[in-house]
């Protein structure tokens, strides 16, 4: 059976659909002295996150209190884990092939093909202890706004590893790749386009020839107000909190003499984005660069570039300050990756409610509520 084989059998009807994602997770525990099935221990630990819990001692205490609850779901016969007890399962559980069961599972949640699929990493401060602190490289849906998978990379000079093997996870024919300058390397430009889908790659430094010879182009075209060249642009003004923001998004088109300079794969277009941020009498200016396989004109390029950054708002924020992540101590050898996965799936569990509650909301609503609670997980 594969990792992530779906079986529905002994499942009660509520979380059964979501429980069978994970039926086929192996487990290193010796058979014979197992009192607390694989499931249950995910349930446990899915349901107390959803209601808020942040640490093992916090999962233990909502099973000892909420006993009766998960029965709703599984038999829970030998009742629920200590603390300690939570923590050694998930230090051993394969974090591969939990997060290619998560993958499998929010696959059949979306029911389509994301349109814009961002990829960024993230470091988890708090589970630096004798080791460095883990490194996540995570895959998210901009328009659903859903994690859509992660790998676990050792520091962040590795995500150039852990990209490739995060896109290998992912069903994403035509979808656009949205990815961070570190990002920015042949080979993955090419597994992008080998996977019938196409790229935005941030261009900086770390492409010291390709970068240099964009910007010079760029600032000669700038001065003579891109007379040599065929432009596309989209200016956009954004106002909050005092703040108003000034984007103006300049698609380049004619880059056949960078392709033949460079040979990179599928090379379509590069984009300039420059942008003024005025807060009261200051003013910050500041210019990107980008490479894209794409073949559209501003107005279509320049909200992809930008929902690259739905990552900050949308994810990294929430995990911070919803999930409280960078305080999370849990450090113990695949405990973190772990414990990242399943804040992962209740992120995305919390996003489906169609209501005006904020995430940090609907999680307190979840630790009041069983009914809203259970059906959180009745996917």
Not at 7 to 28: K, R
Not at 186 to 202: F, P, T
Not at 283 to 292: D, F
Not at 299 to 323: K, T
Request: hydrophobic letters at 45%; glycine letters at 6%; aromatic letters at 8%.
């Amino acid at each position: 059976m594969r990792d992530c084989d779906r079986s529905g059998s002994g499942f009660f009807e509520e979380a059964g659909v979501l429980l069978g994602y994970f039926e086929g997770l192996p487990d290193g525990r010796q058979a014979g002295k197992v009192r607390y099935p694989l499931t249950e221990i995910l349930l446990l630990c899915l349901l107390a996150v959803l209601s808020g819990a942040e640490t093992f001692t916090d999962i233990a205490n909502f099973g000892h209190r909420k006993l009766s609850f998960l029965r709703r779901f599984r038999p829970f016969a030998e009742g629920t884990p200590s603390h300690d007890h939570l923590g050694d399962i998930l230090a051993t559980l394969d974090a591969e092939a939990f997060q290619r069961c998560f993958v499998a599972w929010v696959a059949s949640l979306t029911g389509v093909a994301a349109e814009v699929v961002a990829i960024d990493g993230k470091t988890v401060r708090g589970s630096k202890g004798a080791k460095a602190a883990i490194h996540m490289v995570s895959a998210f849906a901009a328009r659903q706004r859903l994690v859509l998978g992660q790998v676990k990379v050792g520091e962040k000079a590795n995500e150039i590893v852990a990209i490739p093997h995060l896109l290998k996870m992912l069903e994403i024919e035509e979808a656009i790749v949205t990815i961070d300058a570190i990002g920015c390397q042949r080979g993955i430009a090419r597994q992008i386009i080998d996977q019938k889908a196409d790229y935005v790659l941030a261009l900086k430094g770390n492409q010291t020839t390709l970068h240099d010879e964009v910007r010079l182009f760029v600032t000669e075209q700038k001065a003579r107000h891109f007379a040599d060249t065929t432009i596309s642009r989209l200016q956009t003004v954004d106002g909050d909190h005092g703040r108003i923001e000034t984007r103006v998004a300049t698609v380049i088109h004619d880059v056949e003499w960078l392709q033949e300079r460079h040979q990179w794969p599928a090379l379509k277009s590069v984009i300039i984005i420059d942008a003024m941020r005025e807060i009261g009498t200051r003013a910050e200016r500041e210019t990107r660069l980008y490479i894209s396989s794409l073949e559209l004109p501003a107005d279509r390029l320049g909200p992809i570039v930008r929902s690259h950054w739905a990552f900050e708002n949308s994810l990294h924020w929430v995990m911070d300050m919803v999930f409280r992540d960078d305080e999370c101590r849990v450090r113990t050898e695949n405990a973190p990756a772990n414990f990242t996965t399943i804040k992962h799936i209740a992120n995305n569990l919390l996003r489906l409610p169609n209501t005006k509650d904020s995430l940090r909301s609907r999680r307190k609503i979840a630790a009041w509520d069983d009914n809203f609670l259970a059906s959180l997980i009745s996917v």
